[in-house]
């Protein structure tokens, strides 16, 4: 229906020249009013089309003068925009600003690429792997058509499986519902919590083959052999020096360094020997794991340096540090993957024996000699399938797993390890392997009721520290120990001698070598060092003799810090989110040493350990990208005397078998004749050097 419009202004005023009156005759009247109605029609005619020509003219002069620069008229935008963008540069280089913007700019992105060529050029690299083409996708079909299993949800007594909820599931064969049509790669044989395997042996050649396949090479078995052999000759060759250097009754570099100190302590000339170490060669980087790493450890051997990690996928790697052979493309780099969780353990028993354990629940033994990785402990449910296992009935379901594993130091220098274990579920038990060809199980307790993070026992052979995510360090005494499995739930665990309270979750807590102090690390922000905190008895509530200001908020990606002791010295290590990168190197009051920087340090090292060596400083750290970083002590520069004046470097001569090199400052002559007489007298001449040879610390 049209609308009527309301009469206009010029309407009602024609329509006012001809009233509307008696006297009017119809006919005249309705004559004028089609007269005013045609007049108002032709105005407004005329008023549009004078507008839409103005319209159009507006449009045309702004669309003009939107791409006019400067006098100059673009026909595109785009035109528009790059003379804009080339008048601005002209006027920038004018004033002096872009050369200094491009010179920085390009000094950014040079030292990013630089950075990040140097990151990922050593160790495993993932090689390209040819594209499988994909598969088509199928239409989705009821149970009924495609043949397959149907479950249905069941009340009834004939029952085959029971839910976590008590419903029932029943299970019905449908028509070809098996598996003869798949392949044998198809149908993936699924082992107790997704293990690698059923528990038997691994060679080596079978642990590289669970690798994903882009960080395997063709020569990765040789290579990984060629290891092995390296890591015996090692053990061979350490054991002849070490025999030899006694033999020949040379002072050790402990003796060197109380000498030079001038009867200073050996901690002091331990502190010395601390600022020598150096992380600034590119070959002490390499990437060993695939994933963010959970354990770092180092062989034993003191004529090589052997670096091991264990990440997040059960991965473990192995790193010769001092590699010379050019034929190999990993940088002395070996890959296996023996479990399919993150790892929790990874200590050496010897120089033939390295103990690996995961969250898998599994434990095994990597026998250098022979070249396998065998299973020497691993945990089941209640399936009566592994009836004769020792760990039949530990595993509780899907939230338990084995948080934390170490060796018993009482069982040290046997072949079957005794082992401590800790859960996610707040459980510590202890696994004898030396009792019989099965093992026991010496005790089963439950200290918490959340996850412990790891166990330290005293040197005593008695007391064991405990810490978890309930934020409390407790020390119990093993020998009231029983197996809670089998005692009534009436009765309680054992009560702790003491405990300690952080507040926020302990990540750590270990002893020191002679255990006098116990040293624990914190999301309280916190290193806490206590003093015979062995000897309480009362279950009092200890505080920390010393506290220690540190960030440990390493966030969802990092992976937690644990500060660690050295196995024989007093002074631990730890990671750092300091800024620049570092590792930090602490005595036993926890007084910081040294923070450890470097050009090759760049990331934070979450996980930090010593060497065992006394003699050889090492410390090992490995981030969460999966690289690891050897932090090495220096060589010392043996300097001819007769040339000091020039301050010319005639003779590099190694004392200690260590490898950093450090220049040795020479402050005058006379103290140079001072170190030359203590040389003389002390009989350290090297048979290369023609004459006597003096060295300064460089300070």
Not at 120 to 128: D, L, P, S
Not at 144 to 172: A, F, H, M, P
Not at 251 to 279: E, Q, Y
Not at 426 to 453: A, C, Q
Request: glycine fraction near 6%; include cysteine; charged fraction near 25%.
């Amino acid at each position: 229906m049209a609308r009527t419009s309301r009469p206009t202004r010029s309407t009602r005023s024609a329509m006012k020249q001809n009233p509307n009156d008696d006297d009017c005759d119809e006919e005249e009247k309705q004559v004028a009013v089609a007269k005013a109605k045609a007049v108002v029609v032709k105005k407004t005619y005329n008023e549009e089309e004078a507008s839409d020509v103005d319209e159009s003219k507006d449009d045309t002069d702004i669309a003009a003068a939107a791409y006019v620069l400067d006098g100059v008229q673009y026909t595109t935008y785009m035109d528009f925009v790059a003379a804009k963008r080339k008048r601005n540069e002209d006027r920038m280089r004018a004033l002096g600003f872009m050369d200094a913007s491009t010179k920085f700019t390009t000094t950014k992105r040079n030292a990013a690429a630089s950075s990040s060529a140097n990151a990922t050029k050593r160790g495993i690299k993932r090689t390209k792997t040819t594209d499988t083409p994909a598969r088509p996708t199928e239409i989705r079909k009821s149970s009924r058509l495609s043949g397959s299993k149907t479950q249905l949800i069941s009340l009834d007594y004939y029952v085959n499986d029971w839910n976590r909820d008590s419903t029932t599931i029943v299970r019905e064969e449908g028509e070809g519902g098996d598996d003869s049509g798949k392949t044998e790669e198809e149908v993936m044989e699924k082992f107790f919590k997704d293990r690698v395997n059923d528990g038997s042996d691994l060679t080596l050649e079978q642990a590289i083959e669970l690798n994903d396949a882009k960080w395997n090479r063709d020569n990765s078995v040789a290579q990984a052999q060629a290891l092995m052999e390296e890591i015996k000759h090692s053990e061979n060759s350490g054991t002849k020096s070490r025999s030899t250097s006694q033999s020949k009754k040379t002072s050790s570099p402990t003796s060197v360094i109380s000498a030079v100190t001038d009867d200073s302590t050996i901690a002091a000339g331990f502190a010395w020997k601390i600022n020598g170490l150096s992380i600034d060669k590119e070959e002490w980087v390499a990437k060993v794991t695939p994933d963010r790493i959970y354990y770092v450890t180092t062989h034993p051997s003191e004529s090589k340096l052997v670096c091991c990690a264990g990440d997040k996928q059960g991965y473990v790697g192995l790193w010769d540090v001092d590699i010379v052979s050019t034929n190999d493309n990993n940088h002395g780099v070996s890959l296996f993957r023996p479990h399919s969780r993150p790892i929790s353990c990874l200590e050496w028993l010897n120089h033939d024996s390295m103990i690996t354990a995961s969250y898998d629940g599994s434990v095994r033994r990597l026998n250098v000699e022979k070249g396998i990785f065998e299973e020497i402990f691993a945990t089941y449910d209640s399936d009566s399938t592994y009836l004769e296992d020792l760990g039949y009935g530990l595993d509780q379901g899907y939230r338990y797993w084995t948080q934390y594993v170490m060796t018993d130091p009482r069982s040290a220098g046997t072949t079957n390890p005794c082992l401590f274990v800790s859960t996610s579920v707040g459980d510590v038990f202890h696994v004898d392997l030396r009792s019989s060809r099965k093992g026991m199980i010496t005790f089963h307790e439950s200290v918490s009721d959340k996850k412990i993070n790891t166990v330290s026992l005293h040197p005593n052979g008695n007391t064991l520290a405990t810490a978890g995510n309930d934020g409390v360090v407790r020390l119990f005494d093993i020998r009231r120990f029983g197996d809670n499995r089998a005692r009534s739930k009436s009765k309680a665990s054992p009560k702790p001698l003491c405990q300690q309270v952080a507040g926020l979750s302990v990540s750590s807590a270990f002893f020191s070598p002679s255990g006098k102090s116990l040293l624990t690390t914190s999301f309280a922000n916190r290193l806490d060092l206590t003093e015979d905190a062995h000897l309480k008895s009362d279950g009092t509530t200890v505080k920390p003799s010393t506290s220690i200001r540190h960030n440990n908020q390493t966030g969802r990606w990092l992976t937690t810090f644990q500060a660690k002791w050295h196995p024989t010295l007093e002074i631990f290590c730890s990671g750092s989110m300091d800024k620049p990168r570092c590792m930090e190197v602490f005595d036993s009051r926890g007084k910081m040493i040294r923070a450890i920087t470097g050009e090759s340090l760049s990331s934070v090292m979450s996980r930090t350990c010593f060497h065992p060596s006394s003699t050889n400083l090492v410390i090992v750290g490995g981030n969460s990208s999966g690289r690891v970083v050897a932090v090495r002590y220096c060589k010392h520069w043996i300097i001819d005397y007769r040339n000091l004046r020039n301050m010319e470097l005639i003779y590099a001569v190694d004392f200690v078998r260590l490898h950093n090199i450090i220049v040795f400052r020479l402050r005058s002559f006379d103290c140079v004749r001072r170190f030359h007489q203590f040389f003389r007298t002390d009989g350290l001449n090297h048979p290369d050097l023609k004459t006597t040879a003096c060295c300064t610390p460089y300070h």
